[in-house]
């Protein structure tokens, strides 16, 4: 899940090791986003690390990512995100 097509954009959702919170974003870029996390540089969750990928979907347009990006966060309950990758 690389973003190999430069216009493809990735709904990811972050896993907090710490307190099992979620965070749930989009980016142009996954490889960058992730490097970003590891120096502290997304203002969001830099002072809750450590944060661990567990899950991305891709899409063709940053529309159709952050309109699904919405749906899983209106979801509010950590249970409900955890369906989409743990079976």
Excluded at 1 to 23: G, H, K, M, P, R
Excluded at 41 to 53: A, I, M, S, Y
Aim: charged share 30%; net charge positive.
């Amino acid at each position: 899940n690389q973003l190999i097509n430069s216009n493809a954009v990735a709904l990811e959702i972050e896993s907090n090791l710490v307190d099992n919170s979620y965070y749930i974003g989009s980016t142009g870029n996954l490889k960058q986003r992730l490097e970003y996390y590891k120096n502290k540089k997304v203002r969001l969750t830099k002072n809750k690390l450590p944060f661990e990928l567990v899950y991305t979907e891709d899409y063709k347009s940053r529309l159709d990512a952050q309109t699904r990006k919405y749906q899983i966060k209106k979801w509010k309950s950590g249970k409900a995100v955890e369906r989409l990758f743990i079976k």
